[in-house]
């Protein structure tokens, strides 16, 4: 009797030949990109070092495209960026010590929003491994012990033949749900060691499939198919999961009016009557989640942010669907189904029976009308109206990165995608210089579209090198600089707290001249002009700069009290 996990392919007459007669001149480095390669890659991005220098050697004979930022966190969160956009685990390629510790920022920020990037570090000699103090250089006792609380798995390399499967293990372990940022380490003396392994040709990493159980997803059926009053909340994970079309499906037949979280911006159309929006940190939406009989939570873990600052205290049923194990239930109880939010809602469709709400859209047209007038009370015409500016000069289907920035807060709430996974921020870690390095990465992954990059002045001070990357590989990313003086929203934090800012006043340098002087075009607009020449920058090929001197503020917060 012959079973499946029997069957081996057998190898082809030419592939016998080139394992037995491999091309002459190959090193460790080689094995990685080869594996890459096999595994599907097609860009990897990173920055070399000394230690990392025989996967750099291996890339000119390889046909994988390179993509070289000017510091290793940026490198992380064009990686990042990729990662979102394509689906696919983006390869980051670093050097050891100082450049691996570099990118802990960005992983963290991967981590935090489930996008999948391949992290592959060099390590010190093979010799000076196992926590001696030798003096190599950019030596640590445990350079892996660094990410492991920051990555999803950490693999790490002693010899050239565990290469291709600790990278495809490592690949798997990125692309398996929840998405995540995984670490592959390899010492110096292996990526330069000459090889005689066959060439590496065809791997299998294929991700495993995370099933809901489905005596779970028929109790949540049936509670949504009885429910007088369930709405939905739609979190990063359903984005992730390319679900957005199955939550519309499941939304409409239950009547159930829809929320994004920042995250889940774009997981339901902006404009439909059951559309909530994303007005999270809103005391009227908060109200009427909370008076829910049957929430179903979605790719959320109902973190700060999508809770209104941990102010959500839901009185009825909560039903809460979630890839990350570590966030089902860790803020309220639930009915817990651990599954990929493409899977559940799938299995929810075929089993929950549809009702009708009259009431629905009417409740969601009172909620926006109520939330509109709450923002109209405190005198933000300007703020809306660049926000406004922004949407209209955008091109529908090109995506957006942004920063951390009052704009980009104003965005989370106000701002319509129109589509799935097209705006992006750094709102899962919360780091600065998030935007524009993204937004190259982005801009890699597809290059037949702008792409946007909104930044404060105290941000783009973090990625300001990156200029150099966008003109180098001449990417079609247009970079919106909100100038203020400072961080703006750290300015108003203090004030409001104690009076007074301290450390917030930024001296900067002059954005449209320092564009100029990378080669790139800048412009220095103001809000009435803005539109015009924003959609002129996006127009035209090539990375742009565009700066907005203007102070903006915050909309009132409602959870203070």
Known sequence: ??????????????????ALNPPPGRNGGDLVVETLAGLGATTVFGLPGQHALGMFDALRRSALRYIGLRVENNAGFAADAYGRITGEAAPLLLSTGPGALTSLAALQEAA????????????????????????????LPDQAASFRGVVKSVHTVRSQSQIPSAIAAAWKSALTAPHGPVWVEIPQDVLLAETTLPVVTAMDATPDDLVPRPELTAVAAD???????????????????????????????????VVTTFGGKGAFPWQHPLSMQSWLEDRYTTDLLEDADVLLVVGSGLGELSSNYHTFKPRGRVIQIEADLGKLESNHPALGIH????????????????????????????????????????ELTLEQDVLAAVRRALPADSPSFWDMTILAYWAWSAFDTRGANTMHSAQGAG???????????????????????VSGDGGALYSIAELATAKQYDLPVTWL???????????????????????????????????????VPGTRTTPETLETDLTKALATPGPSVVVLPAVLRMFAPTHLG
């Open 1 to 18: 009797m012959t079973h499946d996990h029997d069957l081996v392919l057998r190898p082809t007459a030419a592939q016998i030949s080139t």
């Open 223 to 257: 509670l949504l198919s009885r429910a007088a009053r369930p709405a939905i909340i739609a979190g990063g994970g359903v984005v992730r999961a390319d679900a957005s079309g199955k939550l519309l499906q499941l939304a409409e037949m239950l009547d159930a009016p």
């Open 431 to 453: 780091g600065l210089g998030y935007g524009f390095p993204a937004a190259l990465g982005a801009a890699a992954a597809d290059p037949s579209r702008p792409v946007l990059a």
């Open 481 to 519: 600089i909100v100038d203020d003086g400072g961080y703006g929203i750290l300015r108003e934090y203090m004030t409001d707290a104690f009076g007074q800012a301290t450390a917030t006043e930024l001296t900067r340098p002059d954005y449209v001249a320092l564009a100029e002087s990378f080669g």
């Open 339 to 378: 599954a990929d939010a493409r899977l559940a809602l799938q299995a929810l469709l075929e089993t929950v029976s549809p009702r009708e709400d009259d009431t629905a859209a009417g409740r969601v047209r009172d909620l926006l009308a109520r939330v509109a007038e709450r923002i109209a009370a405190q």
């Open 112 to 139: 935090a929003a489930s996008a999948p990037v391949l992290a592959i570090s060099s390590q010190i000699p093979t010799a000076g491994l196992g926590g001696g103090r030798h003096g190599y250089l950019h030596e």
